[in-house]
């Protein structure tokens, strides 16, 4: 009896040895196949392609945040700066990708703020503009009156064919119109812009008086635009004045800075 029950402990000693060391192999098995203990060789690219299967025991955001960062750091690699994977294991990676993406987000976020600030300004900018425009709109209207095509002089040393355009200058305001600087801009029919040329007036224009202006350019191959306008048919072009400075009696000058799209 005494035997037997010896025996039965042994037995029992054995097994409880088998299920520790059993136990034991499973604990080094599971801190092998630890994904976050892979330790990136000199191509981390390569490494996470060799290693994915493991890899995607990672939880998801792990597993992106990972393949994110690695992207970014092969192509900061590409430009010659060296990788920062390179040498790390998983786990050190991966907090460095956390600080990498709470970076990201800051500039993100300040690059969001930068662009509502810019837009505001632009908002602020666009309205005084148009206040401006609305008030130059609202002293003097230039409008086109007439094209004539002069034929070439060769008497006067003028081969060339001479487009005349004329403008009607109106002043719409409570003072005179002293000078006025701007720029004349040619449409098709389509809205397609053919040519636009300056435009300076130094007549004074007085209180609800009209001045016209003729403008006279030569038209040869060098300018091909004006020469476009000169063979158009009357009818099938639009001309617009856009102002970029008006001078008042009293000295009072208006400036627009901004020139419209072509």
Same mark, same amino acid.
């Given at each position: 009896?005494?035997?037997?029950?010896?025996?039965?402990?042994?037995?029992?000693?054995?097994?409880?040895?088998?299920?520790?060391?059993?136990?034991?192999?499973?604990?080094?098995?599971?801190?092998?196949?630890?994904?976050?203990?892979?330790?990136?060789?000199?191509?981390?690219?390569?490494?996470?392609?060799?290693?994915?299967?493991?890899?995607?025991?990672?939880?998801?955001?792990?597993?992106?945040?990972?393949?994110?960062?690695?992207?970014?750091?092969?192509?900061?690699?590409?430009?010659?700066?060296?990788?920062?994977?390179?040498?790390?294991?998983?786990?050190?990676?991966?907090?460095?990708?956390?600080?990498?993406?709470?970076?990201?987000?800051?500039?993100?976020?300040? /690059?969001? !703020? $930068?662009?509502?600030?810019?837009?505001?300004? +632009? &908002?602020? %900018? /666009?309205? !005084? $503009?148009?206040?401006?425009?609305?008030?130059? +709109? &609202?002293? %003097?209207?230039?409008?086109?009156?007439?094209?004539?095509?002069?034929?070439?002089?060769?008497?006067?040393?003028?081969?060339?064919?001479?487009?005349?355009?004329?403008?009607?200058?109106?002043?719409?305001?409570?003072?005179?119109?002293?000078?006025?600087?701007?720029?004349?801009?040619?449409?098709?029919?389509?809205?397609?812009?053919?040519?636009?040329?300056?435009?300076?007036?130094?007549?004074?224009?007085?209180?609800?008086?009209?001045?016209?202006?003729?403008?006279?350019?030569?038209?040869?191959?060098?300018?091909?635009?004006?020469?476009?306008?000169?063979?158009?048919?009357?009818?099938?072009?639009?001309?617009?004045?856009?102002?970029?400075?008006?001078?008042?009696?009293?000295?009072?000058?208006?400036?627009?800075?901004?020139?419209?799209?072509?």
């Amino acid at each position: 009896m005494i035997y037997h029950w010896a025996k039965v402990k042994s037995i029992r000693g054995e097994s409880m040895l088998n299920r520790y060391i059993f136990l034991l192999l499973l604990l080094i098995l599971s801190a092998c196949s630890n994904p976050k203990d892979i330790r990136f060789g000199a191509s981390p690219s390569d490494d996470m392609q060799k290693n994915e299967a493991k890899l995607k025991k990672l939880p998801p955001t792990d597993f992106a945040l990972l393949t994110s960062y690695l992207n970014s750091a092969q192509a900061s690699e590409i430009k010659g700066r060296p990788n920062p994977a390179v040498g790390k294991t998983v786990a050190e990676v991966l907090d460095d990708a956390r600080s990498w993406q709470k970076a990201q987000e800051i500039a993100a976020a300040e /690059e969001r !703020e $930068r662009q509502e600030s810019a837009k505001l300004m +632009a &908002g602020r %900018v /666009e309205a !005084e $503009r148009k206040l401006l425009r609305d008030r130059v +709109a &609202g002293l %003097v209207a230039v409008t086109f009156v007439k094209r004539t095509i002069i034929p070439p002089n060769p008497s006067a040393q003028r081969n060339e064919p001479v487009v005349r355009l004329e403008y009607d200058i109106e002043n719409k305001g409570g003072k005179a119109i002293l000078a006025l600087k701007g720029k004349i801009t040619y449409k098709d029919l389509f809205g397609n812009r053919i040519v636009d040329h300056p435009l300076q007036v130094d007549k004074t224009v007085p209180i609800g008086g009209h001045v016209t202006v003729p403008v006279n350019y030569r038209v040869s191959p060098v300018w091909r635009e004006m020469m476009a306008l000169a063979e158009l048919e009357d009818g099938k072009f639009s001309a617009s004045f856009w102002p970029e400075s008006l001078v008042l009696e009293g000295g009072e000058t208006l400036r627009l800075s901004d020139k419209p799209a072509n």
